[in-house]
C-alpha cells in the first residue's frame, strides 16, 4: 500500500558530503514523521535523524551539526544532508515514514530497503 524508496548513496572520502533522499507514495493520507535509521556492519540499526511535521527535527548526538533532515517540497519526501562525512558514517541508511492510510484511522511505519554509503579514502 505504502512504498518508501532511498536515493543517493555511494563512495565518498572522508571530510566530504552526500545528500539522501526518500520518497514515500501509495495511499497516503497524512505523513507526519519522516526520518532516517541506519546500521554499520556488525552493529544494530541507530536512529539518525527525524523530522516531525514540517520543521522539528531530533538527531542523534553523533551527527549533530553535521546532519541536516527536511522535508521537500511535495510532503512525501524527505532528504539527509550529510557533510563532514567519517569513516564512522559507513552504513546502510534506511528510510522511515509513519503514515496514515486513506480511509485507516491509525498510523503505520513503512521502511525503504535501505541506500549504502561507504565513506573510505
Known amino acids: 500500500q505504502v512504498q518508501v524508496v532511498e536515493s543517493g548513496g555511494g563512495l565518498v572520502q572522508p571530510g566530504g558530503s552526500l545528500r539522501l533522499s526518500c520518497a514515500a507514495s501509495?495511499?497516503?493520507?497524512?505523513?507526519?514523521?519522516m526520518g532516517w535509521y541506519r546500521q554499520a556492519p556488525g552493529k544494530e540499526r541507530e536512529h539518525v535523524g527525524t523530522i516531525i511535521g514540517g520543521d522539528r527535527t531530533h538527531y542523534v548526538e553523533s551527527v549533530k551539526g553535521r546532519f541536516t533532515v527536511s522535508r521537500g517540497a511535495a510532503k512525501n519526501t524527505v532528504y539527509l544532508e550529510m557533510n563532514s562525512l567519517e569513516v564512522e558514517d559507513t552504513a546502510v541508511y534506511y528510510c522511515?515514514?509513519?503514515?496514515?492510510?486513506?480511509?485507516?484511522?491509525?498510523?503505520?511505519?513503512?521502511w525503504g530497503n535501505g541506500t549504502l554509503v561507504t565513506v573510505s579514502l
Open positions: 501509495g495511499n497516503i493520507a497524512y505523513i507526519n514523521v
Open positions: 522511515y515514514a509513519d503514515v496514515m492510510l486513506l480511509l485507516v484511522s491509525e498510523w503505520s511505519r513503512y
